[in-house]
Each structure stands twice: as C-alpha cells, then as structure tokens.
C-alpha cells in the first residue's frame, strides 16, 4: 500500500480544510496517509512516504509563510527525489501569484509535480473541495 504525507501550515483555517479534504481523498481511495502540520515534518521522514501533499497559503507579497512552512519546505525540496507531489492553498487578496512562483520553483528543483498548483480563494466552497479531491487523485496516479 502507497502512503503519503499531507503536510501544511494555515493561518485562518482555509489550507487546513484543503488538506483534510485532500486526506479524505486519499484514504477513501486506501492510501495511507499522516498529516503534518509543518513545524511537525522534517527531512528525516521523506524516506517513509511514496508522495507528498505539501499546503501553505500566501502570506505577505505573495510569498510562501516564512516562520515555519518556508523553512521546512526549504529543507525537503531537493531531497523529494522523484517522488510525486502536489501543492495547495487559499489566498485572500492579490491573485494568487504566489502559487504560480511556488510552482515554477517547484520545477526548477526538478520536483515530479503531479499536477499543477491548486489555488483556492478564501474559504474552499463545495467546488473547490470537488478541486481538491481531484488533486488528490492526481497524485495517487503518479505514486
């Protein structure tokens, strides 16, 4: 059985709903999975997990939350191998250009994204929980 790490920070509850969405996903599909929030997830656990869910919402000029998902992420980018992963979370001002740079910077670090960046504006509606769970299928075909 595959199993994979849903791992997010979220400041007012919107990427939390996105990664449990996600999470429902994967284990209604029989995945195994472990949620993280990000100050919890760290390098020494990649080996245990076939693919990656990795959320944060934009924070400040559209940049990653640079307290404790940053720092996280920075550690574990160039050692995800080839192992799938996807990306998600909310905004709530601007137009989700962080997404579109934390994606583009997923590529440069030659991460095996799965599909491309999934950005929710504030709090998911039922449509975006239907979005999510697609990412979440996304993943699952490229474990």
């Known amino acids: 059985m595959s199993k994979v790490a849903v791992i997010y920070w979220s400041g007012t509850g919107n990427t939390e709903e996105m990664a449990n969405a996600i999470a429902d996903r994967l284990k209604e599909k029989e995945i195994d999975i472990d949620i993280y929030q990000a100050s919890g997830f760290d390098a020494s656990k990649l080996a245990d997990y076939d693919g990656f869910a990795f959320g944060c919402p934009a924070m400040g000029d559209e940049s990653l939350e640079d307290g404790e998902f940053e720092p996280m992420f920075e550690s574990v980018e160039s050692k995800l191998d080839s192992k799938p992963v996807v990306i998600f979370g909310s905004y709530e001002w601007n137009d989700g ?7 583009e910077r997923c590529k440069n670090s030659n991460i095996n994204l799965a599909s491309d960046g999934l950005a929710v504006y504030s709090s998911p509606e039922d449509d975006d929980i239907e979005s999510c769970q697609d990412l979440a299928d996304d993943l699952i075909k490229n474990l």
């Open 97 to 103: 250009q962080w997404m579109l740079n934390w994606q």
